[in-house]
């Protein structure tokens, strides 16, 4: 007997199985211009994590734009640096 859900499309094909492995929000940061954050989740250490840059000003043609260093290490996530706002998103599976 298995357990688990799964989520069928109008047309019979499975959109969804909670038997594979899907990526979970664990968090987001908004984070202003030349500005450092880290976070961390030591209760999801094991996880695979990955951090997503969403940028949150559209540059001027002749101005300069430099996105944020994203890390990732284990289950801690830390951005730095960039002259313009972006938005972070953490997931782990």
């Known amino acids: 007997m298995s357990y688990g859900v799964k989520i069928w499309g109008p047309n019979g094909e499975l959109w969804m199985d909670s038997n594979t492995i899907t990526w979970n929000l664990v968090g987001w940061y908004e984070i202003p211009a030349n500005y450092a954050i880290?976070?961390?989740w030591p209760q999801l250490s094991?996880?695979?994590?990955?951090?997503?840059?969403?940028?949150?000003e559209v540059p001027e043609v002749q101005g300069y734009t430099?996105?944020?260093?994203?890390?990732?290490?284990?289950?801690?996530?830390?951005?730095?640096?960039?002259?313009?706002?972006?938005?972070?998103?953490?997931?782990?599976?």
Not at 46 to 56: C, K, M, N, S, V
């Open 38 to 40: 880290s976070g961390s």
């Open 46 to 56: 094991g996880a695979e994590f990955i951090a997503l840059q969403i940028p949150l």
């Open 66 to 93: 430099y996105e944020k260093t994203v890390s990732v290490s284990g289950s801690t996530v830390s951005v730095w640096g960039g002259n313009q706002d972006a938005a972070v998103v953490v997931l782990c599976r």
